[in-house]
């Protein structure tokens, strides 16, 4: 067997290991997990003495909650990487356990429509859905055993997440706002529709991750507002105040409060690192913090949250690490969390790496945090693995493709330029609408450093995808002479293009980011790659979903079109049933060893 076949078989091994992923805990201790051992995630329960039993086999991926007090899970799907999520009910009352997957009931079903499962009370589901106008997402309560809908909220706009309070009484709602990188909390009475802002929304600041207390008297949120990292803090009721509950040095802080008010389970991120302590809590006070303990430095929100148990006696949690792919954990106590999972040998991750961390310097005087994946034994050549968003990150996570990249002898850099989240408000708005090339700058920074660490410098790829996938076309196109092969996977070639045609519901939120239509035109056409795209000398491999809503796949036809016109080698690769990205295992098989082989003969001595 040649290394390059030994290389692909090593990726699709990779590719093959299972991810196990925590999404709820019930009253008797069982715990609902999303496992893709069918090839994409489904729904499985895990009972307190390790007996394993699937409840869906739909073919696409899916979520889940438990609906409190009863044996039912409400489950939330969408065909074909559409994103039009549909809500099914799923009941395990007196079904055989060895039976085949549980059919299920559609409970808020239209296609042409999305319909997000935010939270679940007894008897009780709220989701946001754009039915009414394809645009705005209105907030619904729905009764199941009548069938009947309250409308929460009407009012417009994008919202990631709601939670009701333990009393029922009361709602608070994220919604996205119009300035970059910032969303306001709105708490809505259940009984009338009647709805208060408690954040301003003329400030900048991101509100996230808002959960009640347990006696319903105020409620804990996560914010940048006014700082440069993400605080806990604290929102009372009564008097109507914010108040701060714990802030971290250079550090983002979100908080679990236990049902039963006694512990504070906290995560703390830092260099894309999840920490957690969980903290005596009572009457607002926070008191002594237990670290506890994983198998490495990873990330603890892939995908999900932590998870108390409905009766506070354990905490369950997602980990998962460059060296490690998502398992469940559960915390009762003490140092150390108990792997509650374990879907895949414990040899199937030998020789993998763990990150370094490193700044590199900018000629304006910045640093950008990268962190290095190096390899056993390196070949002298990198890839440059450019996180979407754009703001979001590159952490300390599950990447198949990097740690395969990684084996293969190329050395993986993850750059968390400019414009990423973690590293400081200044940070994450230093890409901003007129500064996008400011960002596209610094991955030209940081391969000018790479000689450094043993890489040479004529031997470099961009690979990305989404926002990462713009940020490959415009190093190519901007910066020609500098890359040997660029990976574009379902990336923006055209700000303008994408703004126009991307879906609907997402227009409004992606201008606040990168510019508006109306006013901002010469901007984004300044920043686009598609106007410049001439210039691209490097060998590209572009990767679509046919069903993109976010990033429709006339970018990638629009920008191969053109790269092939010029003579300029390109491949494109479009999945019928995938949408933004690739969720299915079978697609990733197909997908990724090519990009393996692709990087492989390009980045050749």
């Known amino acids: 067997m040649d290394n390059t076949t030994g290389r692909r078989d090593r990726l699709s091994e990779l590719l093959e290991l299972r991810r196990s992923t925590l999404l709820d805990v019930d009253s008797e201790q069982r715990l609902l997990v999303g496992n893709d051992d069918s090839g994409s995630t489904q729904l499985y329960e895990l009972s307190p003495d390790g007996g394993w039993r699937q409840l869906t086999d739909l073919g696409e991926p899916c979520t889940g909650r438990y609906l409190p007090g009863e044996r039912v899970v409400i489950v939330a799907a969408d065909t074909g990487g559409t994103e039009r999520t549909q809500l099914s009910l799923l009941r395990l009352d007196g079904a055989d356990d060895a039976a085949k997957p549980v059919r299920l009931q559609p409970v808020v079903h239209d296609p042409a429509f999305i319909h997000n499962l935010l939270d679940v009370q007894p008897d009780r589901l709220i989701y946001a859905t754009n039915r009414r106008n394809g645009v705005d997402f209105d907030v619904i309560s729905?009764?199941?055993?009548?069938?009947?809908?309250?409308?929460?909220?009407?009012?417009?706009?994008?919202?990631?997440?709601?939670?009701?309070?333990?009393?029922?009484?009361?709602?608070?709602?994220?919604?996205?706002?119009?300035?970059?990188?910032?969303?306001?909390?709105?708490?809505?009475?259940?009984?009338?529709?009647?709805?208060?802002?408690?954040?301003?929304?003329?400030?900048?600041?991101?509100?996230?991750?808002?959960?009640?207390?347990?006696?319903?008297?105020?409620?804990?949120?996560?914010?940048?507002?006014?700082?440069?990292?993400?605080?806990?803090?604290?929102?009372?009721?009564?008097?109507?105040?914010?108040?701060?509950?714990?802030?971290?040095?250079?550090?983002?802080?979100?908080?679990?409060?236990?049902?039963?008010?006694?512990?504070?389970?906290?995560?703390?991120?830092?260099?894309?690192?999840?920490?957690?302590?969980?903290?005596?809590?009572?009457?607002?006070?926070?008191?002594?913090?237990?670290?506890?303990?994983?198998?490495?430095?990873?990330?603890?929100?892939?995908?999900?949250?932590?998870?108390?148990?409905?009766?506070?006696?354990?905490?369950?949690?997602?980990?998962?690490?460059?060296?490690?792919?998502?398992?469940?954990?559960?915390?009762?106590?003490?140092?150390?969390?108990?792997?509650?999972?374990?879907?895949?040998?414990?040899?199937?991750?030998?020789?993998?790496?763990?990150?370094?961390?490193?700044?590199?310097?900018?000629?304006?005087?910045?640093?950008?945090?990268?962190?290095?994946?190096?390899?056993?034994?390196?070949?002298?050549?990198?890839?440059?693995?450019?996180?979407?968003?754009?703001?979001?990150?590159?952490?300390?996570?599950?990447?198949?493709?990097?740690?395969?990249?990684?084996?293969?002898?190329?050395?993986?850099?993850?750059?968390?330029?400019?414009?990423?989240?973690?590293?400081?408000?200044?940070?994450?708005?230093?890409d901003d609408v007129d500064k996008r090339l400011d960002s596209v700058a610094d991955l030209v920074a940081v391969r000018d450093w790479l000689p450094s660490v043993g890489v040479d410098p004529g031997r470099v790829a961009l690979y990305g995808g989404s926002y990462g996938g713009y940020m490959v076309l415009a190093g190519l196109t901007f910066y020609p002479e500098l890359w040997a092969a660029g990976i574009d996977i379902v990336g923006i070639s055209s700000l303008v293009t994408f703004l126009q045609n991307t879906s609907a519901y997402r227009r409004a939120y992606r201008e606040r980011e990168y510019g508006r239509l109306d006013t901002d035109l010469a901007v984004l056409q300044a920043a686009s790659p598609l106007p410049r795209i001439t210039e691209i000398r490097a060998p590209l491999l572009v990767i679509h979903g046919a069903n993109d809503p976010r990033v429709p796949l006339s970018e990638a036809e629009q920008v191969v079109a053109a790269v092939r016109a010029n003579g300029v080698e390109c491949q494109l690769l479009v999945y019928p049933d995938e949408g933004h990205g690739l969720a299915k295992r079978a697609n990733q098989l197909d997908a990724y060893p090519q990009v393996l082989a692709f990087l492989g003969r390009q980045l050749a001595t």
């Open 142 to 430: 729905r009764t199941l055993s009548t069938g009947a809908e309250q409308v929460l909220w009407d009012g417009g706009g994008w919202f990631s997440d709601a939670q009701v309070s333990p009393d029922s009484r009361w709602v608070v709602l994220s919604r996205l706002t119009l300035l970059p990188a910032s969303s306001e909390l709105l708490l809505v009475e259940a009984a009338t529709g009647r709805a208060e802002p408690i954040t301003d929304a003329q400030t900048p600041g991101n509100w996230s991750n808002a959960r009640w207390l347990p006696d319903s008297t105020g409620l804990l949120a996560s914010s940048d507002s006014g700082a440069e990292f993400d605080s806990l803090r604290l929102f009372e009721l009564a008097g109507r105040r914010w108040s701060t509950v714990l802030a971290g040095d250079s550090t983002d802080v979100f908080g679990w409060p236990a049902p039963d008010g006694h512990r504070l389970a906290v995560v703390s991120s830092r260099d894309g690192a999840d920490e957690l302590t969980v903290h005596d809590w009572a009457d607002g006070r926070l008191g002594a913090g237990q670290p506890v303990r994983f198998p490495q430095p990873g990330v603890l929100t892939y995908n999900s949250v932590p998870v108390w148990a409905p009766d506070s006696s354990a905490l369950g949690v997602t980990f998962c690490s460059p060296a490690q792919p998502p398992e469940v954990f559960s915390w009762h106590g003490g140092e150390q969390a108990e792997r509650r999972t374990t879907s895949n040998p414990a040899t199937a991750t030998e020789g993998l790496v763990l990150p370094s961390s490193a700044r590199v310097p900018t000629p304006d005087g910045e640093q950008v945090p990268v962190l290095l994946l190096t390899p056993p034994e390196p070949d002298g050549s990198a890839v440059l693995i450019v996180h979407g968003g754009p703001e979001a990150a590159s952490v300390r996570g599950w990447n198949p493709v990097a740690a395969a990249l990684t084996l293969a002898g190329h050395t993986v850099v993850l750059p968390n330029v400019r414009g990423s989240s973690g590293y400081g408000r200044r940070w994450l708005s230093m």
